[in-house]
């Protein structure tokens, strides 16, 4: 069955960096664009970024636009996003989610169960 | 962006009832490119329908989604105590992906 299992949160202090990762399997990782979406503490969902499947277009919120990479790697199926300069308006549960096809137009068929990202200094 | 507008905030039914839940989209979405998602509390989100009107696997028929120009809705038929919870909407046609502010369905 398919498994994403993101890693990497804590507590980080404003200005630092963060590298998040999700693990990937009971699927083919190279045929799926991948996302990540974020949720900060009763609140609703945002959306941060996405990567299609080969990697071809990357595309990000404004919100972290030019702070935030998402980038994957097919020989260890996992994706990753890498957090530079962080915010306290950062702090959220952070989501790996699956899109149902190859490009990043398709709704958001499986999701991990969350890596909590705190920044406080 | 496309602005997606929920209502009403909160919903609040007993089971075997009937809920109705929309989204308002800002502008026409591409392909109808609309999905509805639950969440519980600590739980990831679940995806229960998308393009606007196809239920996804293992979605039970209860849920089912339509869509009238740039107004989409969610119907839930006769509630069962696992509904409950936070649905929100998203559309995918254009990018940024934008998700709806959610509509919380509580046991009245």
């Not at chain 1, 915010?87 to 989610?97: I, L, N, P, Q, S």
């Not at chain 2, 509805?36 to 009107?53: F, H, N, T, V």
């Amino acid at each position: 069955q398919v498994q994403l299992v993101e890693s990497g949160g804590g507590i980080v202090q404003p200005g630092r960096s963060l590298r998040l990762s999700c693990a990937a399997s009971g699927f083919i990782f190279s045929n799926y664009a991948m996302h990540w979406v974020r949720q900060a503490p009763g609140k609703g969902l945002e959306w941060v970024a996405v990567i299609w499947y080969d990697g071809s277009n990357e595309y990000y919120a404004d919100s972290v636009k030019g702070r935030v990479t998402i980038s994957r790697d097919s020989s260890t199926n996992t994706l990753f996003l890498e957090m530079n300069s962080l915010r306290g308006e950062d702090t959220a549960v952070y989501y790996c989610a699956r899109a149902r096809g190859y490009s990043g137009y398709d709704a958001f068929d499986n999701w991990g169960q969350g890596t909590l990202v705190t920044v406080s200094s | 962006e496309l602005v997606l507008t929920q209502s009403p905030g909160t919903l609040s039914l007993s089971p075997g009832e009937r809920a109705t839940l929309s989204c308002w989209v800002s502008q026409s979405v591409s392909r109808n490119y609309l999905a509805w998602y639950q969440q519980k509390p600590g739980q990831a989100p679940r995806l229960l329908i998308y393009d606007a009107s196809t239920r996804a696997t293992g979605i039970p028929e209860r849920f089912s989604g339509s869509v009238s120009g740039t107004d989409f809705t969610l119907t839930i038929n006769r509630l069962e105590p696992e509904d409950f919870a936070v649905y929100y909407c998203q559309q995918y046609g254009s990018s940024p992906v934008t998700f709806g502010p959610g509509t919380k369905v509580d046991i009245k």
